[in-house]
C-alpha cells in the first residue's frame, strides 16, 4: 500500500511549475499565482496610486496583462520582479491617464476638510499639511523618478533590487533616486 505525503508535510508548489503550467492552459495554477503576489503586489500599487480602488484596478490590470504574456515569460527574472516590472508599467499608464491628479487634488479636499472639521492644533495642521505637500510633489515628479522613489523610500527595496525590476543599470537606480531627491527638495521648499 502506497502512503501519499500528507498535506502538512507537502512542498508549496514553485513558481516555475506554476508558471509553466500556467502556459500549458492551467488556469488553476495562475490563479494560485497571481495569490502568491496580489498583496505584494496590492502594497506597491497603492504606494504609486494612494488609492486603494485604482490600487486593485492596477494589480487586475497587471494580472491581466501577466495572464496574456505568459507565454513570453522566459525566466531571467523571478515572477515577482516580472510581475512588479509589469505594476510599474500599469501603473504609469494609469498616471498619464489623470488618475492620479484627481486623487491628489480629491486628498487635498479631504485633508483640507479634516484639519477644519477636527479644529486640530497648529502643529496636527501643519503635519497634515506637510503630508500633503509630499504627497503633492511626489505626483509632480516624472514617472521615472516617481518609481524610484516608492520603490526604495515606501517599499524598502534596495538599489540592486530595484534595478533588477526596473531593467535598469544599479547607477540610473542611484542617480535617478538623487534626482527624485532633489525634485522633491525643491518642490517641498518651495511651498515652504
Known amino acids: 500500500m502506497e502512503s501519499t505525503p500528507s498535506s502538512e508535510t507537502a512542498q508549496p508548489v514553485s513558481d516555475e511549475t506554476l508558471i509553466a503550467a500556467s502556459k500549458d492552459g492551467d488556469n488553476s495554477a495562475f490563479a494560485a499565482l497571481a495569490r502568491r503576489y496580489e498583496q505584494?503586489?496590492?502594497?506597491?500599487?497603492?504606494?504609486?496610486?494612494?488609492?486603494?480602488?485604482?490600487?486593485?484596478?492596477?494589480?487586475?490590470?497587471?494580472?491581466?496583462?501577466?495572464?496574456?504574456?505568459?507565454?513570453?515569460?522566459?525566466?531571467?527574472?523571478?515572477?515577482?520582479?516580472?510581475?512588479?516590472?509589469?505594476?510599474?508599467?500599469?501603473?504609469?499608464?494609469?498616471?498619464?491617464?489623470?488618475?492620479?491628479?484627481?486623487?491628489v487634488t480629491d486628498a487635498h479636499a479631504r485633508w483640507s476638510r479634516r484639519v477644519q472639521d477636527e479644529g486640530a492644533d497648529d502643529r496636527r495642521a501643519s503635519d497634515r499639511e506637510r503630508a500633503l505637500e509630499v504627497i503633492r510633489a511626489l505626483?509632480?515628479?516624472?514617472?521615472?523618478?516617481?518609481?524610484?522613489?516608492?520603490?526604495?523610500e515606501l517599499?524598502?527595496?534596495?538599489?540592486?533590487?530595484?534595478?533588477?525590476?526596473?531593467?535598469?543599470?544599479?547607477?540610473?537606480?542611484?542617480?535617478?533616486?538623487?534626482?527624485?531627491?532633489?525634485?522633491?527638495r525643491e518642490i517641498v521648499g518651495r511651498s515652504d
Open 40 to 103: 505584494s503586489l496590492l502594497r506597491t500599487a497603492r504606494s504609486l496610486t494612494h488609492n486603494r480602488a485604482d490600487a486593485e484596478d492596477v494589480v487586475q490590470e497587471t494580472f491581466l496583462a501577466a495572464y496574456r504574456g505568459i507565454g513570453a515569460f522566459a525566466g531571467r527574472s523571478s515572477v515577482k520582479t516580472w510581475l512588479t516590472r509589469i505594476l510599474l508599467r500599469t501603473a504609469s499608464r494609469a498616471w498619464k491617464r489623470g488618475r492620479r491628479r484627481r486623487e
Open 139 to 152: 505626483g509632480s515628479l516624472d514617472p521615472a523618478h516617481r518609481r524610484v522613489i516608492v520603490l526604495r
Open 155 to 184: 517599499r524598502g527595496m534596495s538599489y540592486a533590487q530595484i534595478a533588477r525590476t526596473l531593467a535598469v543599470p544599479r547607477g540610473t537606480v542611484g542617480s535617478r533616486l538623487a534626482r527624485a531627491r532633489e525634485a522633491l
